[in-house]
Nanobody, 123 residues
Framework: QVQLVETGGGLVQAGGSLRLSCAAS????????MEWFRQAPGKEREFVAT????????HYADSVKGRFTISRDSAKNTLYLQMNSLKPEDTAVYYC????????????????WGKGTLVTVSS
C-alpha cells in the first residue's frame, strides 16, 4: 500500500501561483511513476501531469503545458506541482496518484490515489 496526502490548495487570483505537495508513505516511492489529475465540478477527472520513477522524464496535458511543473523529491518521498499563471478554468480538486507504469494518463490505470486538495482561481 502507498498512502498519498495532498496539501497546498487554496484560493488564488488569476495570474497567481500555487505549489501543491503530495506526501507518500508506505511502499517504495521510487517504484512508481507519479501523476497529478484534477476534477472540476460537474466534469470528469482529467490528467494534468506525470513524472517517471527516476524523476527525469515529464509529460503534461496541453492545457497546462508551459504553466505547470511536476517534480519529485525521492529523499522526502514527496511529489510537487508548481502552478503558475493560474486561470479560473484551473479551478478543481487536484489529486496525486501513483502508477506502476510510466506515461499512463487514464484514471483507471492508477494504482493509488490521494484524497485531493481544492484549488480555486478567482477572476
Amino acid at each position: 500500500q502507498v498512502q498519498l496526502v495532498e496539501t497546498g490548495g487554496g484560493l488564488v487570483q488569476a495570474g497567481g501561483s500555487l505549489r501543491l505537495s503530495c506526501a507518500a508513505s508506505g511502499r517504495t516511492f521510487s517504484n512508481y511513476a507519479m501523476e497529478w489529475f484534477r476534477q472540476a465540478p460537474g466534469k470528469e477527472r482529467e490528467f494534468v501531469a506525470t513524472i517517471d520513477m527516476g524523476g527525469g522524464l515529464t509529460h503534461y496535458a496541453d492545457s497546462v503545458k508551459g504553466r505547470f511543473t511536476i517534480s519529485r523529491d525521492s529523499a522526502k518521498n514527496t511529489l510537487y506541482l508548481q502552478m503558475n499563471s493560474l486561470k479560473p478554468e484551473d479551478t478543481a480538486v487536484y489529486y496525486c496518484a501513483a502508477a506502476s507504469m510510466w506515461l499512463e494518463t487514464a484514471p483507471h490505470a492508477m494504482t493509488y490515489w490521494g484524497k485531493g486538495t481544492l484549488v480555486t482561481v478567482s477572476s
